[in-house]
Every structure is written in C-alpha cells, then in structure tokens.
C-alpha cells in the first residue's frame, strides 16, 4: 500500500471510529438552574430535577438572588444534595456580578479564578463566561481583544489543571469566536453556544454557527423563551441545529433555559423537550 492510500485509510478509519463512538455514548441532558420556576435558591433544585426522567444535571449560578457558591459551605451543601439526588453538576454560569467586566483584567481574574475553585469542588466541568455588550471584545480593534486574549491564556492552565473548560458565550458572531479562540489557543477555553442568542444577534447564523464552530463548541444552551422547543414562533430550527450538532459529533451536555412558571411545569416540560431532542437526534 503507497504511503498516501495508507494515511487515507488511516484518517478514514479515525473518524468512523469516532462517530461510531459519538453514537454509542449516551446523551447528557442538564437545566439552568434560573429557569427551572425555582423562586428560592438551594439545594433542593436537584430533588425537582430527580423527577425528569432523562435529566441528569443541573447548571448551577454562582451568583443569583443571595446566592454565593464562592461561599465554601453553600458549594459543599449544593454536592451534598447533588450526590443525595444522583444528579451532576455539569456546569456553573452566572460568575459575574453586576458592574464587574472582562476588561477589568486583575479583578476579572480573581473572579475566574474563584469559578474554577467552586467548579472544581462541585464536580463541573464547564463554565460558562457571558460576554455580552459592553463586556465583549471588538475583534475588529486590537486594543480591545488583545487584552481579553492575554487574561484568558494566562489563567488556561489554572483551569486545565482543574478538569475546568471554561465556555466562553460572547455577542460575537460565529466567525469572531473562532477568531478570539484561535487567538487565546489553548484547549481549556472553547465556546458555550447558544443558537438562540446568536440568532437574536445575527439573524440566520444560529444553526450555521455550529457546523462553523464544531469541536470548539464545549456546551451548548437550548430555549424557546417559556415555550417547549418544538412550538412556534421559534427563532431557531430546533430540528436542524440538532442535525448539526449530530454532524459535528457533539458529545457534550445539552443545558435547558426554558423559562418556566413553576417547578412543576419545567418538569412537565423538560419531559417534552427531552423527547423532542432525542427524537431530532435520531
């Protein structure tokens, strides 16, 4: 065999190992804590969702209505009912507090510094950085990424060395994240995608920005306001962003952050949307 067909042959076994892989794996449902028609914070967020049957995690906010999980007890309590439930931690989002900035370089690394330690307790693998107008960098003006791209290379390893990814979920349109994670190129920063706020902000680009983005793409958000995934109106296809996330082999977790009424709602709910993604999956 000529050296070139054996490469060839080689690549082509790779990859169908690995969708062969990506298919076998099971799928990872979580929820956004916010959302779940929790009005009180604590830990009995995982009990309500011991109840959906296919939901297996629950995105924690580091801060939301008093809740502090950079407080060493509260994150301990938050494992203790995490484990009492079975139900992981995949996640943890909300890690800025109001009038805090990315562009404040000193404090925004005490900040994700201190994200990375409560992930590493809780178990999480991601967090999820929103970076949305005015905390967003200019990808077209140096002086604005530049900054951005140096504060995340400098804590990247601090985050590898705790299992942490850290998902960056920007305003940017698609093509401008792939910019900015290829400018910080390391493997612990990726993107955390939501096609519904790019669709918001980039009309027609929430289900190309994951066929773009493919393997940069950690974690990924799924909503349709207050309403279940498959009813109008509805700014994305829900059914071809889940044919795109089968084609770029995604094996991550799928976050809800469908807003619901009530605990008892988002259960009933979950229940469908769980059903709705399977099924578009397939």
């Not at 008892?264 to 993604?277: G, S």
């Amino acid at each position: 065999m000529r050296r070139r067909d054996f490469l060839f042959s080689s690549l082509a076994t790779t990859l169908a190992t690995r969708l062969a892989l990506s298919e076998t794996l099971p799928l990872k449902f979580g929820h956004r804590q916010a959302n779940m028609g929790i009005t009180v914070p604590g830990p009995a967020v995982f009990e309500v969702a011991s109840h959906i049957p296919g939901l297996s995690g629950v995105e924690l906010q580091m801060f939301w209505k008093g809740q502090d999980l950079s407080d060493h007890s509260t994150a301990l309590g938050y494992k203790r009912e995490a484990n009492r439930w079975g139900i992981e931690v995949p996640s943890i989002a909300g890690v800025w507090r109001r009038g805090e900035s990315i562009f404040e370089a000193a404090a925004a690394e005490k900040i994700l510094s201190s994200a990375i330690n409560t992930a590493e307790l809780l178990g999480a693998s991601v967090i999820l950085v929103s970076q949305f107008k005015p905390n967003c960098p200019n990808m077209n003006d140096e002086s604005s990424f530049e900054p951005v791209v140096r504060l995340y290379q400098k804590i990247a390893q601090r985050a590898a060395d705790a299992g942490v990814t850290l998902g960056l979920e920007t305003s940017l349109t698609p093509a401008d994240d792939m910019k900015l994670i290829g400018l910080i190129g390391q493997p612990g920063v990726r993107v955390y995608f939501d096609a519904t706020n790019v669709e918001t902000n980039h009309p027609g680009l929430g289900v190309l920005g994951i066929e773009l983005l493919g393997s940069r793409i950690v974690q990924c958000h799924l909503k349709n306001e207050n309403r279940l995934l498959d009813q109008e109106p509805s700014k994305v296809d829900w059914v071809a962003a889940c044919k795109a996330f089968r084609r770029i082999q995604y094996n991550g977790w799928y976050v809800f952050e469908t807003a619901h009424s009530s605990s008892d709602q988002c259960i009933e709910a979950t229940r469908k949307n769980i059903r709705f993604v399977k099924q578009s999956l397939a």
